[in-house]
T-cell receptor, first 114, second 113 residues
């Protein structure tokens, strides 16, 4: 079945450093890809998405490009802030007997220090 | 705009007790609704999915059940909680016409002792 693999954390960066969180996927067909962010004690927020190959999703300075040739959707940000500290989840859409569902990676914890 | 509510925010229950978690969505009609569980140190697992009132699909066999008595209300229940039911329960919704993008509620943290 479809699945997502994320780099394991935690990732610790200094403020204004460059961020990359790797995500690769295995899928039949062409699923949509997503990044969600979870701040401490909260639910998940949709950060960005891409629905087809070569699409670039972007939001709040984060971006990720749907790369079919490498089956990847790496999350990047040029200059992180302390407020970006959170857990980041890569996900892909999947069709089950029930309809659409999201397959999530295990999450990558990011800590940004001043 | 659409909003999604979950309650309670936190719950501590003894083993063997019943459970009822509620999720409601505002600002949309006929949403698809989902229950996920996030166990400590693990990713998210889809538990239930609903495309309409009274229509529930279960993704994994378990001690839990779900119901959708109204269009924008989704309830997660158990008759007898197990220790393994502890976790963070997230409700999500999606538009019927754009099912792939899901929006999550604030979650309920359940601790079974």
């Amino acid at each position: 079945g479809n699945s997502v693999t994320q780099m394991e954390g935690p990732v610790t960066l200094s403020e204004e450093a460059f961020l990359t969180i790797n995500c690769t996927y295995t899928a039949t067909g062409y699923p949509s890809l997503f990044w969600y962010v979870q701040y401490p004690g909260e639910g998940l927020q949709l950060l960005l998405k891409a629905t087809k190959a070569d699409d670039k999703g972007s939001n709040k300075g984060f971006e990720a490009t749907y790369r079919k040739e490498t089956t990847s959707f790496h999350l990047e940000k040029g200059s992180v802030q302390v407020s970006d500290s959170a857990v980041y989840f890569c996900a892909l859409s999947d069709i089950s007997n029930s309809g659409y569902a999201l397959n999530f990676g295990k999450g990558t914890s990011l800590l940004v220090t001043p | 705009s659409q909003t999604i509510h979950q309650w309670p925010a936190t719950l501590v229950q003894p083993v063997g007790s019943p459970l009822s978690l509620e999720c409601t969505v505002e600002g949309t009609s006929n949403p698809n609704l989902y229950w996920y569980r996030q166990a400590a140190g693990r990713g998210l697992q889809l538990l239930f999915y609903s495309v309409g009132i009274g229509q529930i699909s279960s993704e994994v066999p378990q001690n839990l059940s779900a119901s959708r008595p109204q269009d924008r209300q989704f309830i997660l229940s158990s008759k007898k909680l197990l220790l393994s039911d502890s976790g963070f329960y997230l409700c999500a919704w999606s538009e019927d016409r754009e099912q792939e993008t899901q929006y999550f509620g604030p979650g309920t943290r359940l601790l079974v002792l």
